[in-house]
């Protein structure tokens, strides 16, 4: 399979700091890859690698199965930065024509694209306007359509939702979607864990340069989180409740499974999370029976997946 | 939408986007206007200068008038040009980074040569816009006489030179340093030093030279104020040439234009046959010319993110262009490089 960006011990260096630590990073084509890290992880200078704004200190790059070369990724890659400006004076037609024409595409094709574009970001409207008119979300979608002008297999985007209002974002989140279904391959980086959670086929954790894990959301879950947990809401006899599964932390009793820990859930004073181990339905039933019998009124007792914000802050906690 | 088959481009981009935004608003009408106004007034205060030596009792000839109005029309111009034509391209490539657009601009197939060729293009295009809406003001030298047509062609040919010379001074700071107002600064600084160096030796070369003497031509090849002064000083009688044009003043070519005469040495000679006017705009026009290619050259390799000293087949582009006027410098020194007359 020809994955749409690879890399293979991809490496740089700023003099004696080291940015990336041989990174290995596949993303598979047609896949929307989220990219998360904290600040100063690397992820923006992998991106400007991957988009051939930058030379590696070592390793190699590889798009849609070509090893990359200077003034190779032009064709192959749309490149949104993080921190973009506008050109003063430009109407936005003139500016993804001005884009079109730096990519070399010919008169009837470069207008059939803007219109296109301009129809595709939602902003046929606003043809005429002068850029720096634009609110800031409009500015963003624009930038978007900007980098997808020359028709690349691959879209390369930091932080795309920095700075967009909650109804932006989820224009936004469309807007990616429809990319994947027109077969482009997506490497976003973001802060906003929730939306790449809801958008993104495959995740990567970046820290420090090093990549800590990566692969489709589900399976980086299933793989970080390792057992499974439990969320029990007490309407009464929340002491009682928590004192009995204390009891089950140290060691097992009878039937019931042995929990792995308790803690309350920061989010809701009524609330337990429960570790629980490798323990099946059935034993989750005979603990959630166990604690109806000792009196304690259960409203709520769900396994809980460990959400990805959760995921980074305990992956990239400071040790 | 269909896939759009990537290509080189046709005409240079930034000079489409230049072209489209740079006449919006009332900014540069304005400027065009007070332009020609300032230079109108230049004109008419020569006039006015001229027509007082008149009123003292000095014989006072149109072609004397004519002079003097070419003389200082084109001293004005040229001012124009040495100070505007960096501050128009230092923000050029700096300013790409300081709006957050070059790494967009980078990440298009566009190459440093095109950008740099379409960014001095597009800033300088104003001033070109400028120096050609001033023809119509300077050819009222020629209802006046006293100047051929070809010193007229000499001394645009010398703007548009000097235009693009210290347009590319800007422009090479500009891909140097990363903010606008640091390139500024440099540009202006190595501009000071093109005029200020020359005109320092001018005033001391008499004091320290041994046996005193007039200043070597060689050291105002690059200063365009003593290139104008060679084109607009008319010759003197003696060269039959010119015989037909009057030189009205052997005691002051300058027609008395304040500040004119401190650029004299190295271009006006007081030989044994008479003064003679040194022809160094030839020397000044092939060295702006050199100038401009080596640093658009160097430039082109620092506008690049990465792997900046990396050869290029631009390279062999520019390197054929510098051989080029190089060779042509070698086998025409005996034009451009005429040596100082022997003194009194």
Known sequence: ?319 | MRNARVRRPQINPIIVREVRTRMRGARPYVILTGFLLLLAAAGVGIYQLMLQQARFGGTLLSAQVGQSLFKGLGFVELLLVVFLAPSLTSGAISGEREQLTYDMLMATPLRPAQILWGKLVAALSYLFLLIFAAVPVFSVVLVFGGVELRALLKALALLVVATVFFGSIGLFCSSFGRRTARATTGAYTLVLLLIGVPVLLASVWGQFSNPPGQLPPELIYLNPFSALLSVTTIAPPGDPAMAAVPFFSFGDPFGGLPLLGTLAPGVVYYGQNGPVVLPIYRATLLAYGLLTAILCWVSAHLVLPNRRWRPRWSDLGFLLIVTGLLALAYFTRAWWHIPAPKQF
């Open chain 1, 1 to 319: 399979m020809t994955y749409a960006i690879q890399t293979v011990d991809l490496s740089r260096r700023y003099g004696r700091m080291v940015a990336l630590d041989q990174l290995n990073l596949s993303v598979e084509q047609g896949s929307i890859y989220g990219f998360i890290g904290p600040n100063g992880a690397g992820k923006t200078t992998t991106l400007r690698l991957l988009a051939g704004l930058l030379e590696p200190s070592g390793g190699e790059v590889r798009l849609m199965g070509e090893r990359l070369v200077p003034g190779g990724a032009q064709r192959l890659v749309g490149y949104m930065p993080d921190f973009f400006g506008v050109y003063d004076d430009l109407r936005v037609w003139e500016y993804l024509d001005f884009f079109a024409r730096c990519y070399g595409l010919d008169g009837a094709t470069r207008k059939r694209s803007v219109d296109e574009l301009l129809s595709l970001v939602d902003l046929g409207h606003k043809r005429d306007a002068y850029v720096q008119s634009l609110s800031r979300g409009m500015q963003q979608r624009l930038c978007l359509a900007h980098a997808l002008v020359h028709n690349p297999p691959v879209l390369l985007l930091d932080e795309p939702a920095s700075g967009l209002d909650p109804r932006a974002r989820v224009e936004l989140r469309e807007l990616l979607r429809t990319l994947r279904d027109m077969g482009k391959t997506v490497l976003l980086s973001s802060h906003i864990l929730s939306e790449l959670a809801e958008v993104c086929t495959e995740i990567g954790i970046i820290e420090s340069g090093k990549m800590v894990v990566s692969g489709p959301v589900d399976e980086v879950r299933r793989q970080l989180q390792g057992s499974a947990r439990l969320r029990i809401r007490v309407l009464r006899g929340l002491e009682t409740a928590e004192a009995t599964l204390r009891q089950l932390v140290v060691a097992p009793q009878g039937d019931l499974p042995q929990l792995g820990g308790v803690r309350h859930d920061l989010s809701d004073e009524r609330a337990l999370l429960v570790e629980l181990g490798d323990a099946d339905e059935e034993a989750q039933a005979r603990l959630l029976a166990h604690l109806i019998g000792q009196g304690v009124v259960v409203s709520e007792f769900r396994a809980q997946a460990e959400n990805l914000e959760e995921l980074f802050l305990r992956l990239t906690a400071v040790e």
